[in-house]
């Protein structure tokens, strides 16, 4: 088993990727189409494909970072720039993402992508405050409330860098802020829709959605390698998860394409099982069953 900087070190792709370039293309014109024709669907309808395609594309994005379609980081961005999700600027995205990897999975001190929060400050927060990180842990609290506590916890720490006179992220929030206008420019002036409109029908489900693949990702567990979960899935959800779902697989194999993972995790399905303590979910409907109203861990870090 190799290190985790040498693992993250492997994000790089072998060649151009067709399956990767079919779906770059279907989200942009499935986007644009649902958008453009968006008083056609009624709304109670529109935020299934909606949510899936805004999800579709967070997970182009996470491709993107490790190295697909293309051998160039710069082109990869580039393709995936257009942040239709709005809140989560891609290039900070990229910057914990690599963290994320590198990191001693799970600790809210080294790992960005960790739900947990350090005891210390555990024990500063008031009541409500925690029974807010309580829901948040079971599977509802993280679908209704998730997206919105991770844009908070974002752009608080961007807003505490600029009020420390700290400017060195100036530049990713202003290629942010362009992206989300020429996004938003598509959306209200261009296919007239309203701007809560499409937070209700895009925004909320596709976040949502990233949400719940992200769930209970990464457990806190003595052995590293025991923290990373596989959730096998349904052909629906590995899709729309580009197979992160397989997701003690994608730690093991950084760098290896989405439409390769599954017969990787065919291959070395008892190996990995037997490396990650057993974590393994059958598809999410067994999630939702197990933890739709109960925490599934505590939000304090154990360690």
């Known amino acids: 088993m190799q290190p985790a900087p040498a693992r993250a070190a492997q994000f790089v792709s072998a060649n151009v990727e067709w399956p990767t370039w079919l779906v770059l293309v279907a989200v942009y014109a499935g986007w644009m189409l649902l958008t453009f024709n968006w008083t056609s669907i009624p709304g109670w309808l529109l935020w299934l494909p ?3 395609l805004v999800t579709l594309h967070g997970s182009l994005q996470h491709e993107a970072i490790h190295g697909h379609p293309t ?6 961005l580039a393709l995936v720039w257009p942040q239709l999700m709005l809140w989560y600027p891609l290039e900070f995205y990229a910057e914990q993402h690599t963290r994320h990897h590198d990191s001693d999975l799970t600790d809210p001190e080294l790992d960005p992508e960790s739900f947990y929060v350090a005891p210390a400050r555990w024990r500063r927060l008031g009541d409500v405050h925690r029974r807010v990180l309580l829901f948040n842990q079971t599977f ?6 998730g997206p919105w506590l991770g844009s908070y916890r974002l752009w608080r720490a961007v807003a505490e860098r600029l009020l420390r006179g700290d400017f060195s992220h100036a530049g990713i929030i202003a290629r942010h802020a362009t992206s989300c206008a020429l996004v938003l420019y598509w959306v209200l002036v261009i296919c007239d829709m309203p701007f809560y409109f499409y937070l209700l029908a895009f925004v909320w489900p ?3 959605l990233m949400m719940m693949r992200s769930f209970l990702e990464h457990r ?9 979960v596989v959730v096998e899935g349904c052909l629906l959800t590995q899709l729309l998860f580009l197979n992160n779902n397989f997701h003690a697989v994608h730690h093991d194999h950084p760098g290896l394409a989405w439409y390769r993972i599954p017969a990787t995790w065919r291959r070395e399905r008892s190996a990995t099982l037997a490396r990650n303590g057993n974590y393994f979910y059958p598809g999410y409907w067994s999630i939702v069953r197990h933890y739709l109203f109960k925490p599934w861990d505590h939000p304090a870090y154990p360690a």
């Open 50 to 52: 909606g949510g899936y």
């Open 71 to 76: 051998r160039n980081r710069r082109i990869n």
């Open 140 to 145: 509802t609290g993280r679908m209704l409330i």
């Open 206 to 208: 596709g976040s949502s």
């Open 220 to 228: 806190y567990r003595p052995e590293r390698d025991e923290r990373t």
